[in-house]
């Protein structure tokens, strides 16, 4: 049945079949890109997480792997091998994750053979047997793993009840034996910051790295049934701290971009993938045989504001067929149908250029008779400073049981109001970049197969400088996905 899903995307990653969630273990080794998935083969469902394995030489084309992971009949692991990392340990690869037993999880290690295959559970496990004595925590998972001079850093998502969010400093000479540090830092760290006052209760997948001369520490902040966002602080990591300057959020779809995960390639580009949640039921999902998409692969570069940029890999070009060019111009009408663009894969890439108080306007997967379409507009404050990046879901599908939520965020513009916007349209995955700020979602449009239209508009002066599209190719063309129709 997945094959039949007019959902399914088709350039980015999806698992073979079952359930997908958080990326991890990401790593280019030897020239070879590493990615393992939270994984369910069995059912569409959250249920006794293995690891999935998918590799890559350009970041474009994926093969699956042998499951890296599986719990265990018994042990530390037994209801689930959740979230970690791999690093390399003098030349063994070593994957360090949370082992499920019950509803609680404990850092677990694993080593693998040469070619990242097959992997050994140490019989130790877990390395670290409880989470630090004396404070009251609302979880304790997910890893991120680094080597600081002679010893092995470690940090671990948590949270401390009544104060907010952290993550908690390990540190270790083999990565077996663990000496607890502290907090790094607690949500409670600059308070003020309007709508990002709240952290969540729990940090899930810390992820820290350097970015020039700023530390970023990324984060999943979690709260039960209510907070589902990627955050991240930038700051100086120093010693046992994180001095934070700035709190921001990493991708204005919220939990459609959820639990991302960095790396840092052999090219020396901080590369980061994030999970593209559903936003259809569990049913739906279930009769789909299939769930959950990895997000492209995306660079993240540090901006002049001191904020993240994020742009999708340049290697992505390889998939793009067809363009179609649309003459720069004054946009004259809140709307026009482009009759030469169409499709359910498209990559477009425009610059608008915005006067103060005006709206850009981009439209795709729109039926004939336009009861269904998704609306991507950005508008210049009347003041001329700054943008705003709007996402209109409310009419993405006529299915009143997806979610059609709108989403918006801030994004810079230059000083002549200039923007580039760049969506990339996947079947039900959408990633936009207005600005090197990103806003992923999904969109389930009830005709797929009509919902194929394209079009541009404004309201005010605004000015198209460039409007370029392409067909995005399968990246499956020899694997397991199955064609549609
Ligand atoms: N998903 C994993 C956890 C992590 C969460 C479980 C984030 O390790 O905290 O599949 O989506």
Not at 16 to 41: A, E, I, K, R, S
Not at 283 to 308: F, I, K, Y
Not at 349 to 375: F, I, K
């Amino acid at each position: 049945r997945a094959h039949r899903d007019p959902h399914r995307p088709r350039f980015h990653f999806t698992s073979p079949g079952g359930w997908l969630n958080d990326p991890n273990g990401l790593t280019h080794w030897n020239g070879v890109y590493h990615l393992f998935y939270q994984y369910n083969p069995l059912a569409a469902a959250h249920h006794r997480i293995h690891w999935g394995h998918a590799t890559s030489t350009d970041l474009v084309h994926w093969t699956d792997e042998p499951i890296a992971l599986a719990p265990g009949t018994d042990g530390p692991d037994r209801d689930g091998c959740w979230s970690g990392v791999l690093v390399d340990d003098g030349g063994v690869p070593t994957l360090v994750y949370s082992g499920r037993h019950g509803d609680r999880e404990l850092p677990c290690v694993a080593t693998g053979s040469a070619d990242l295959r097959y992997w050994t559970k140490d019989q130790a496990n877990p390395v670290i047997t409880a989470p630090p004595e004396g404070v009251d925590i609302t979880a304790f998972r997910d890893h991120c793993v680094w080597r600081e001079g002679q010893v092995w850093r470690q940090l671990v998502g948590s949270g401390i009840r009544g104060v907010g969010g952290t993550a908690f400093l390990y540190e270790s000479d083999d990565l077996r034996s663990w000496r607890y540090v502290g907090p790094l830092l607690t949500g409670d760290a600059l308070q003020n910051q309007g709508e990002l006052d709240w952290t969540g209760t729990m940090w899930e997948c810390v992820d820290l790295f350097g970015l020039e001369e700023t530390d970023v520490l990324v984060f999943s902040a979690w709260d039960e049934g209510t907070t589902h966002h990627p955050l991240y602080w930038t700051g100086r990591y120093k010693g046992d701290t994180f001095t934070p300057t700035a709190l921001h959020r990493l991708d204005y779809g919220g939990r459609y971009f959820y639990a991302p995960q960095s790396t840092r390639d052999e090219h020396g580009r901080r590369i980061m993938f994030g999970w593209l949640q559903e936003g259809r039921t569990d049913e739906a999902n279930a009769w789909a045989g299939w769930c959950g998409v990895m997000s492209l692969p995306r660079v993240v570069t540090l901006g002049a504001d001191g904020r993240l940029n994020q742009a999708p890999v340049p290697e992505l070009s390889q998939l793009r067929r067809e363009r179609v060019d649309v003459a720069a111009g004054p946009l004259t009408d809140p709307y026009t149908r482009l009759h030469a663009v169409r499709g359910d894969q498209l990559d477009i890439e425009t610059t608008l250029r915005l006067a103060p108080g005006a709206t850009g306007r981009l439209v795709v997967r729109e039926t004939p008779d336009g009861a269904e379409r998704t609306v991507v507009e950005v508008s210049r404050a009347h003041d001329g400073a700054g943008g705003i990046l709007r996402l209109h879901r409310e009419t993405s599908s006529l299915d009143p049981s997806v979610d059609i939520e709108p989403r918006y965020g801030e994004v810079p513009l230059d000083p002549d109001g200039r923007v580039d916007l760049r969506v990339l349209v996947d079947h039900s995955a959408l990633e936009i970049f207005a600005g090197g700020r990103p806003l992923t979602a999904r969109i389930y449009p009830t005709r797929p197969e009509e919902a194929v239209g394209v079009g541009i508009g404004a309201d005010g002066d605004v000015t198209l400088e460039r409007f370029d599209a392409w067909q995005m190719a399968s990246a499956f063309t020899q694997g397991p996905r199955p064609l549609w129709p």
